[in-house]
């Protein structure tokens, strides 16, 4: 039997499509976009198609539309890009404890610098209130940047209630994890930051979505080959490759989230008849969290990688640390379950037969784990 | 002119009608040590080894390699010129030319271990001294604390020149002194006891207790990792995997809580030694240090010890962590010792271990087990890597 990939919100595997675009380009198209002769021309014509097509994934116009090495460098670019830019008018960001790393350490980076920052606390459901957030907006606040999806346990959040709260002031979102499960046209935010390997594109591209006016500076600087914003060598292949993802999953954009909802729910229902398991959060996509109590998340997941499924414990970023996810602890799960931890994550091409196999899995992995829990 | 290695030795050299032996052993260790160098030409005299390199010979790799092997006390790259003295002064000029225009002072040093030569050492050091402060007029001789010593060695096969002595490995030579067999965990003591117990001449292989899914694949690959930091010293040898999560649980769900890790290290030795028996070698080497946790009070020591027959070799017994450290880092296993891949297991880890284990109680405990089953089990079932020494 083939691998059981359960991991999807780590990285997906490439569409076979876009992973074609990518050797084409690579070989046909291996000019430098900015160079002036009709090599060059040709593969800047190739990005902006790949511009046009990713635009209108975000109900965006192309100029609009940055390339950016993927979602650290997004959001990076846009939370550095809008305090330098906007420290004149204040300098307070508010954002939630829940974020990615590449958003919580960017911010913690700013504290250094003297910016302060908010950091807002979930529910139990593992959402955001946008109330929360409206009280500690203050005079000198000039950046929310909330997720749209949670990595590690794929709850929305309400952006766009943040948005109508939150008045002038500048609305990043890491919407890496929402990126392929919901409509895009339907976000409002300023920024918006999402990476192709979550969306079977390829990897170390991705996109910084600007809102026109929004008022930014470069932090990285150098040739300014995607305009002011972004410097660097364009990497044709790879955008392309990416447009050739966006454009698979949004033909059948609606039609996958029915289904990803489905495998959820099919999952959970089953998983359900477990004894001692708390499902962490609601209001997910395609991503179960689950905590089973009186085991390792870890322990619990090579032994299911033993039988050839692969899952996950918190985000695959932060998974070598042993510690207990600070996501699933703010949320306010009992320790004893906390430590019990996977993350499930699925993509269109998974399917129920093998969630049938997993759970059984599961259930014969705990007898023998719980055995042995720790005395 | 033709850049040759001169290697000093250790302590082999006062060793009585063996000596041979022991030259040979580091003869041999050195080749391997340089197979993937290029071609060179070996001889020993005077109880230094001298290295002639081919042109393809990569010298900058060989010493660092060189750096690696026991019994080489210091490592010298020389240049090599005639016996005749205004060859040896011109010969000085050229070859030191870079080090001595970055230096402000300097000493001469000779030796003469061809008496043929007509000029006594001392007068070597004043015909050359002059002759460099003559040719490079920014230096000044500073007998007491030179930047650089230049030294001239006149020996039965010519004359060469150099600037100072790299400092070797010292030791005696890997496979000179037996084999034993390594517990390696994956912490930072057990590769410096592998090391320590190897510069002394000892070969190794090592055992690895793998607890799958307790832990990763990855604890695997840091294990292997740093097996190949240690294989820089030691060259090739065998690693067993031995699948230890069956025993674990046995043990866990057989014996009594406060002794499960005295239990759990007496049966990680036997099965050590059964490994050992079973591949020729002469002793067990760990990594432990009395008193720096639970199982390696000296109470806990006596009760591991008498679990086999074979004698214990343990290096780092009076070692404080901070010197383990020291050593660690000086080998390059830190970095790979401290990564945090392993250590989900404790489940196995009692809340309240025994740190006066009575031998008695844990022999009665033991026999909650079979013993022999669980060695026979672990002993079959090993998995045997071949550990190559890690390149940079």
Redesign the interface.
Known sequence: MENIYFDNSATTKIYRAALKKYVEVSENLYENSSALHIGGINAEREIEKSRRIVARSFGASTDEIIFTSGGTEGDNMAILGVAYANSRKGKHIITSSIEHHAVLHTCQHLEKEGFEVTYIKPQKDGKIDPLDVEQAIRHDTILISVMSANNETGVFQPINEIKALCGDIILHTDAVQAYGKMNFSDINADLITVSAHKVHGPKGVGTLYVKKGTKITPVIFGGNQDGILHSGTMNTPAISSFAKAVEIFNANLEKNIVYLKSLRSYMIEKLNSIDDILINGYDAVNVVNVSFKGV?G??????L??EGIYVSTGSACNS???DISYVISSMGVPREFAEGTIRISFSEFNTKEEIDFTVEKIENILNLLR????? | MREIILLKLGEIVLKGLNKRRFEEKLMSNIRKSLENCGKFNMKIAQSTIYIFPSDEFEFDKAVENLKCVFGIVSIVTCGETEKDINKIKAFACEYLKDVLNNVKTFKCEAKRSDKAFPLKSPEICMELGGHLLENFPHLKVDVKNPDVVVYTEVRDYGAFVHAGRIQGAGGMPVGSNGKACLLLSGGIDSPVAGYMTAKRGVSLEAVHFYSYPYTSERAKDKVIKLARIIARYTGKFKLYVVPFTKPQLEIYEKCPDEELTVIMRCIMMKIAEALAKKHGSLGLITGESIGQVASQTLEALAVTDASVSMPVIRPLIGMDKEEIVTISKKIGAFETSILPYEDCCTVFVPKHPKTKPQLEKILQSEKLLDIDAIIDDCVNNVEVITIEPLED
Do not use: G
């Not at chain 1, 870890?298 to 032994?303: D, G, M, P, T, W």
């Open positions: 390792r870890e322990v619990l997941l090579h032994s990688e033993s070598k640390s042993t055995r042995f829990k720790r005395r």
